[in-house]
């Protein structure tokens, strides 16, 4: 709610009342203005990020099939999520938020791509530690703790991991909290305490607004997440990065899908250039797909 101040006001008359000018009135020089300012903006966003190969990495299964190789290669901010930084960090210098929190799940690893966060102007990191991979239904039971600790009026996560490619956290963590939830946002408007979102649908565009609290999750033109600055990295050693260890969460974060092996997708053959339409006919009849 607004509240009023006030100030005194010099007088429009105080010279020519002392001397003699007229009658002096007290009211011709000391008159209060009184003025409305609005009270300071006191959202909080919470931006989960997750550390996942780096998306210009070509990716190799380990010769045995348990996984993903990840030994001396190049990790990152998951690229959507680091656009959903970028939105909270916009709508908060924008002046519509006080404070953006970033956090994340894992290894002490982690911490690497949190204070990328720090350096790119998140206020503070949470890292949950867990050497335990966690899954999407665990990871949304994970930030529902996270947010009844922080209280915060959005949740702003990517729209999917481009490792595991599950577009699933978001939608279960609104579930679970119980809250509207706005996915795949190109545009964010903030006003009155909703959230006007516009996502690409087949048939072009389309308009969510939510009341907040809400989970949002960001698409990828969104934005073009800002390129941190050496300076901004140093100051980010010096932010604050709390520890949280899963065990201390009352949360069932068992795994509900048990993988059993990866394999690289097959390799391609190579094309034929056939010189009519009927030879292509036969030869997709010859392969059973006619």
């Not at 009342?17 to 003025?35: H, I, K, R, T």
């Not at 916009?90 to 002046?95: C, H, M, S, W």
């Not at 390799?267 to 010859?286: P, Q, Y």
């Amino acid at each position: 709610m607004p509240r009023q101040v006030g100030a005194w006001r010099r007088p429009l008359r105080e010279r020519g009342a002392f001397a003699g000018a007229g009658p002096f009135f007290m009211q011709d020089w000391l008159q209060w203005d009184v003025f409305e300012t609005q009270e300071p903006n006191t959202m909080k966003i919470l931006v989960p990020i997750k550390r996942v190969v780096d998306y210009n990495v070509r990716v190799k299964v380990k010769s045995d099939g348990s996984g993903v190789e990840t030994e001396g290669v190049k990790m990152s901010i998951n690229p959507f999520d680091e656009i959903a930084l970028e939105e909270a960090l916009r709508i908060k210098e924008a002046g519509n938020a006080e404070e953006v929190v970033v956090c994340s799940i894992g290894g002490k690893d982690c911490q690497q791509q949190l204070r990328t966060g720090l350096a790119m102007g998140a206020d503070r990191a949470l890292h949950v530690t867990t050497d335990e991979a966690v899954q999407p239904l665990a990871a949304a039971r994970i930030l529902l703790e996270l947010i009844e600790k922080e209280g915060p009026e959005i949740v702003f996560l990517g729209k999917q991991a481009i490792d595991d490619d599950n577009s699933q956290t978001g939608q279960m963590l609104a579930a679970l909290w119980e809250r509207p939830q706005a996915t795949f946002a190109s545009k964010v408007e903030l006003a009155d305490g909703k959230a006007t979102i516009t996502r690409e649908v087949d048939a072009g565009l389309e308009r969510l607004e939510v009341d907040l609290p809400a989970v949002l999750t960001s698409d990828l033109r969104l934005n073009e997440p800002r390129f941190v600055k050496l300076p901004d990295i140093m100051k980010a050693k010096r932010k604050q990065l709390d520890e949280i260890a899963l065990d201390e969460l009352d949360v069932d974060a068992g795994a509900q899908l048990e993988v059993t092996a990866y394999e690289p997708p097959p390799t391609r053959s190579g094309g034929r250039i056939l010189e009519s339409a009927r030879e292509l006919v036969d030869e997709l009849k010859n392969k059973g797909l006619l």
